[in-house]
């Protein structure tokens, strides 16, 4: 059926939705070109899938005029586009219940994918995905093969009614937000525990009856320079950190000494803080060798998860407290930023500016700005969010990684 029959059927469907219907945004998908430039192919391709999801009278879909006003008043591509923060800032702006986003993606010679989510802006929580097939030119533009459209109408209803489930169940749980894991040691023989902490909180909250672990959207082309989504729902809503989660969980790990020791028996330290706004973080600490990591990361997560189930969810949030936690977050940003101005971590025969791009350097950078961005989301008002003024004076002649 035509895109343009499709519109005209709508106007004569009787507005007779459920109840309990959410109001949902479909964003135009990403374009697969790395820079991110919107091309004719994806934005049709975009409007022709929004146009057949129009028909379905289970959500009160965000019209397309509201929604081109709203991104031309607030100067949406200016603040991101469709990147995650972008999506959080354009759901507040629309009182969307759920947003709809996607990314193509190149796999191979005129392969790619589609990988689709549904958001809710209030919590930035991915609560559902899919992944599909796409097709591509080789000079990775999208080209999209007979009933892709369709199919992919079919999966974004599938990811809604999965998502309108787990929204509803959501409000029965303990909502956690995993803000971030990162390595504090000039070593990055540990990056690997990033990931692998992350994936062990998310299987202790499966373990935890009554708990549900927040998922952000993140971008196609991740760094770590990239905006949290949480960045922009503090942009929409200076309290934004009070809905956002019942408790909220941060953390690092380093090396601690063992220099010359095989790997597996050097001394590593893991401190998660826990956190419900009420009161002062409650640190969980383990301390073993590298060798015991994976039995570390197994009780590490279960603690945490077992102290978020202890914090009281209905306690009044501290604005005090809030503000302590931000600065405390700032003060940290600023002592790393400290000690590699001093060449703290600089090995005796490399040049600063060398050190500052190397694996050590970038990852002490990347654990900096996952503290300046969550003290930002805690709270905009007692610290500056801008990272560059988050240097001490004179320290202006450092070039961070990009």
């Known amino acids: 059926m035509p895109v343009r029959l499709l519109l005209l059927v709508t106007l004569f469907i009787p507005c007779l939705y459920a109840a309990d219907a959410p109001r949902v945004a479909v964003m135009d998908f990403s374009p697969p070109d790395a820079a991110g430039v ?65 990314e193509f993606r190149p796999a191979a010679l005129k392969e790619g994918e589609l990988r689709l989510e549904v958001i809710d802006p209030v919590r930035a929580d991915v609560l559902a995905s899919r992944v599909l097939p796409a097709k591509m030119t080789v000079g990775r533009r999208l080209h999209p093969a007979a009933g892709e459209t369709e199919a992919t109408a079919a999966a974004v209803l599938s990811a809604l009614a999965e998502a309108k489930a787990a929204r509803a169940k959501a409000a029965d749980q303990i909502v956690v937000a995993p803000l971030y894991f ?32 927040l998922r952000f959207p993140r971008p196609a082309e991740a760094s770590e320079e990239t905006e949290l989504a949480l960045g922009g729902l503090t942009d929409a809503d200076p309290k934004a950190w009070q809905k956002v989660a019942d408790v909220y969980l941060w953390g690092s790990f380093e090396e601690t000494g063992g220099e010359g020791r095989p790997f597996e028996e050097v001394p590593v330290k893991i401190t998660v803080q826990v956190w419900n706004g009420a009161g002062a973080p409650r640190d969980v600490n383990w301390t073993g060798s590298a060798g015991e990591l994976a039995a570390g990361v197994r009780t590490v997560a ?42 703290f971590w600089v090995p005796p025969n490399m040049a600063k500016s060398d050190f500052v791009r190397s694996a050590a350097g970038r990852q002490l950078h990347a654990y900096r700005l996952r503290l300046l961005d969550t003290a930002c989301f805690s709270t905009r008002s007692t610290v500056r969010c801008s990272r560059n003024e988050f240097r001490p004076p004179g320290t202006r002649q450092i070039h961070w990684p990009r």
């Open 38 to 102: 919107a091309d004719a192919a994806t934005v049709d391709f975009s409007r022709e899938v929004q146009a057949r999801l129009l028909v379905d009278s289970d959500y009160v879909w965000v019209e397309r005029q509201e929604f081109d006003r709203i991104v031309s008043e607030t100067n949406l591509l200016a603040l991101g586009g469709s990147d995650p923060a972008a999506a959080m800032r354009l759901g507040h702006w629309l009182h969307a219940d759920l947003i709809v986003r996607g």
């Open 302 to 343: 279960s603690e945490a998860l077992r102290a978020a189930r202890e914090l009281d969810r209905a306690a009044p949030r501290d604005e005090g407290e809030r503000g302590r936690v931000a600065a405390a977050l700032a003060d940290r940003a600023r002592e790393i930023l400290r000690k590699m101005d001093q060449n």
């Open 182 to 213: 990162k390595n504090a040691g000039s070593s990055e023989r540990l990056n690997f525990l990033e990931e692998r902490l992350g994936a062990g909180v998310a299987a202790a909250a499966t373990r935890e009856a009554g708990c549900r672990l």
